[in-house]
């Protein structure tokens, strides 16, 4: 059977038909998006948007005292590291010479072998007595002689003819041995070693049957009765103090605000830290209370002069770059850079500009403030 040329020559011009007509359908809705437009009814509004609320406080210039405030570390009054004096075997240790016991004044610590110290007492003993011999003869040589010369009736030529340089060696060779005694009982009770002060063991380095040389480490006390701080103020704080601060005292509170007691202030100022540049004071503690202990950090406070005519504002109202934004009577914000004196317990205390008697003041300004804006102002009267 023939194939019939007619319906051959026409079978592949049908997939161009379709493709045509899809590109044709494609064009139609590119050409309807394209002319379609998104509409929104845009309605004019006539009324401007409020200003913002704005929490205002009021606050007018007084005296203020000024309390400057500074954290410093306690440390013990008294802090050694306590060393053999003498050479010898360690023949005992002591409960209070282990490490965390609780010393007293005198306690004994460590005892070391006596035998060659009590040998050198002796000795030192014998010789002080030959030497007061010596001056016993020496004293007698010197009466004959004057009486000799007394009897010839002359006088006598040269202290050396009434044995006076004979007396005077005998006489120093006494010191010299009571000061060889002295050294030799020094030495001996220097075998026993004792707390020179009160206070916590807090590491003991010689062990019993050790034997230790001048010098060698025994063990380390420190205090616990009497504390030190160092606290360290700039320069514009240090100006804020009443001078001279010598044995006042300043108030000691723990990291959390509880009161601690009263330290004296023993000394201050004179020099700067060649690290900080800041004027460091140095206090006392005398009579500690119990919650104190060394290697503690406390705030310490200090009351300084009273200045005239300051603010005192809620330390919200300092924006990080140091403004203040105030509420004029027009409800327009202004921004001012205040001189901040001290800050104390959430506020701080600024000088007053002169002939300014009240300010409003934005207590949590915003970021978007902006000078002679427009704000609702609403009184925040706590």
């Known amino acids: 059977m023939e194939a019939n040329p007619d319906k051959v020559a026409h079978r592949p011009a049908r997939p161009w038909v379709w493709i045509g007509l899809s590109l044709l359908v494609l064009m139609v809705v590119v050409v309807l998006l394209f002319g379609e437009e998104d509409t929104i009814d845009v309605q004019a509004s006539q009324t401007a948007p409020s200003p913002p609320i704005v929490s205002v406080v009021k606050v007018s210039a007084a005296p203020a005292t000024t309390q400057l405030s500074a954290y410093a570390e306690v440390n013990p009054l008294w ?93 120093k060779s006494v010191a010299a041995a009571r000061s060889r005694l002295s050294a030799a009982q020094s030495e001996l009770s220097d075998t026993d070693v004792i707390a020179p002060f009160s206070g916590f063991v807090t590491r003991r380095f010689a062990s019993l049957g050790q034997t230790v040389a001048p010098g060698d480490a025994l063990v380390h006390i420190s205090d616990n009765r009497q504390f030190e701080l160092v606290a360290e103020f700039s320069q514009d704080d240090w100006s804020l103090l009443k001078h001279p601060i010598s044995n006042t005292y300043a108030k000691l509170l723990h990291r959390n605000g509880e009161p601690l007691g009263q330290a004296r202030v023993r000394h201050g100022g004179g020099f700067l830290d060649q690290d900080t540049r800041q004027v460091r004071v140095f206090l006392d503690i005398t009579k500690p209370d119990e919650r104190i202990l060394a290697g503690d950090f406390l705030q310490v406070q200090i009351t300084g002069r009273t200045i005239a005519d300051t603010f005192t504002l809620p330390e919200s109202a300092l924006t990080r770059a140091g403004h203040v934004w105030l509420v004029g009577d027009d409800d327009q914000l202004q921004r001012v850079t205040p001189e901040i004196l001290f800050r104390s317990e959430g506020t701080i205390t600024v000088l007053a500009p002169e002939a300014v008697g009240t300010w409003r003041v934005a207590k949590t300004p915003l970021a978007s403030f902006l000078p002679g804006q427009r704000v609702t102002s609403q009184l925040d009267e706590g």
């Open 79 to 171: 802090d050694a590291e306590l060393r053999s004096a003498i050479s010898g075997r360690i023949i005992a240790v002591h409960d209070a010479a282990l490490a965390g016991a609780k010393v007293v004044d005198g306690d004994p610590l460590f005892s070391i072998e006596k035998a060659p110290y009590e040998s050198a007492v002796a000795a030192a003993e014998m010789e002080l007595e030959e030497a007061k011999l010596a001056l016993l003869r020496a004293q007698n040589n010197v009466t004959v002689a004057r009486r000799q010369f007394e009897r010839d009736g002359t006088e006598p030529p040269t202290e050396l003819a009434l044995r006076l340089p004979q007396l005077i060696i005998a006489e």
